[in-house]
């Protein structure tokens, strides 16, 4: 499995950005997918997550209502809109993979597939 995380960037609160991950080598279903991130001195934390069963998608709080996450399967890819973006949801985002076919869950200790982080900056 493979995971390549991409659209980070710097830009100003109340802006838009949406981050993209492309991924190989999982099959149609039986897997979750999420968004993680971390932010400095701060433990990595889960922001959303889709399974793949039922395209069921999950926020956190500090994000439900302005993010949003979809995929394509067509292209094997997944993205997060984020929108209304604040000075802390500065933080390297991660896209991950849970291929334990356990509860469905946004907490990362089930993710065992890691892409590299991809680096959003929200400042004035």
């Known amino acids: 499995v493979q995971l390549q995380a991409s659209g980070g960037g710097l830009v100003q609160p109340g802006s838009s950005l949406t981050l993209s991950c492309s991924y190989s080598?999982?099959?149609?279903?039986?897997?979750?997918i999420g968004w993680f991130r971390q932010a400095p001195g701060l433990e990595r934390e889960g922001v959303s997550c889709?399974?793949?069963?039922?395209?069921?998608?999950v926020y956190s709080d500090s994000v439900k209502g302005r993010f949003a996450a979809s995929r394509d399967s067509d292209k094997k890819m997944v993205f997060l809109q984020m929108n209304n973006l604040k000075p802390e949801d500065t933080a390297v985002y991660y896209c991950?993979?849970?291929?334990?076919?356990?509860?469905?869950?946004?907490?990362?200790?089930?993710?065992?597939?890691w892409g590299q982080g991809t680096q959003v900056t929200v400042s004035s």
């Open positions: 889709i399974n793949s069963f039922d395209d069921k998608t």
């Open positions: 991950a993979v849970d291929l334990t076919m356990g509860p469905f869950t946004c907490s990362q200790g089930p993710y065992e597939y």
């Open positions: 080598g999982l099959s149609l279903d039986g897997w979750a």
